[in-house]
């Protein structure tokens, strides 16, 4: 009887290890997304439930990796099929459906930036003011500068924090607070660097940042969520936060939308955390 299903096979091995040296049986099967955790006996099922749950919220436990030098077996075979297909594979059950939607229209942007229709889609998307003048109705331009990037470090540091923690909170939490994230953090944020600098700038800082912000707090006031970010790396966002504004690495940063997108997540987290 299956209990739970994970992406990754070699930290099902060490959940099924750890059950093992629990006088629980449970056999691992492949399937589309991962594998599949089954126990032997139907009487056991409550008790590996219980313990997947657990598994989920602290798979760095040691009495996982107790279990696997204690009871493991080491002749187990992990077929992981194509490096390209694995790989793959990781970066879609990473993310959700909102965090790759996002992720592919910032691609497709910025690819059209590099084929020749740079004017065409700096026109289309940037904000209101950058490019004409009468855009009163054109409401979307509050929010789609967001999605444009004009240099390839601008978009890789971007979407790799976008993918990391987006798709944490949308795989763990769920895809509304992802998406409330992205929308107040991707409009907000952009009226303020209007205020700040005017109307020439894009990207998805903001938002970074906003991810950022609200899963630190989430994993220190809510750790059941089940997403965490390091100090370490909270560190390292704010000291790339402050180089901008004295300019020393010589980029044009979105300073007023960094700060804004950062306020929205502490805010949105201090909120999240307080509900049951």
């Not at 996982?64 to 204690?70: D, G, P, R, T």
């Not at 707090?217 to 370490?232: D, E, F, N, Q």
């Amino acid at each position: 009887m299956e209990f739970g299903r994970l992406p990754n096979a070699r930290a099902a091995q060490a959940l099924a290890d750890y059950l093992k040296s629990r006088g629980i049986e449970c056999l691992i099967s492949p399937v589309a997304e991962g594998v599949s955790l089954s126990v032997v006996k139907p009487q056991d099922l409550a008790a590996a439930k219980a313990e997947f749950d657990y598994f989920l919220r602290h798979p760095g436990d040691d009495k996982y990796l107790a279990a696997s030098w204690e009871t493991g077996n080491t002749e187990t075979q992990f077929n992981y099929g194509s490096p390209g297909l694995a790989l793959l594979s990781r970066f879609v059950t990473a993310a959700g459906p909102i965090t790759l939607t996002v992720f592919a229209f910032c691609i497709l942007v910025y690819t059209a930036f590099n084929l020749g229709f740079a004017e065409q889609t700096y026109s289309l998307l940037s904000f209101f003011g950058a490019h004409g003048t009468d855009q009163s109705s054109e409401v979307w331009r509050i929010f789609t500068p967001t999605l444009m990037h004009f240099s390839l470090m601008h978009i890789s540091f971007n979407l790799l924090w976008w993918w990391y923690l987006g798709g944490k909170i949308e795989t763990r939490i769920g895809s509304w607070p992802l998406m409330t994230l992205l929308l107040v953090a991707g409009t907000l944020p952009n009226l303020i660097q209007y205020y700040v600098s005017g109307p020439n700038f894009g990207g998805l800082s903001g938002v970074v940042y906003a991810v950022a912000g609200y899963t630190f707090v989430m994993g220190i006031r809510k750790p059941s969520a089940g997403i965490y970010l390091p100090p370490s790396y909270m560190g390292f966002m704010l000291v790339w936060l402050i180089l901008g504004f004295f300019d020393v690495l010589g980029l044009s940063m979105a300073n007023g939308a960094h700060l804004g997108g950062l306020a929205v997540g502490l805010l949105q987290g201090l909120w999240d955390s307080r509900r049951r």
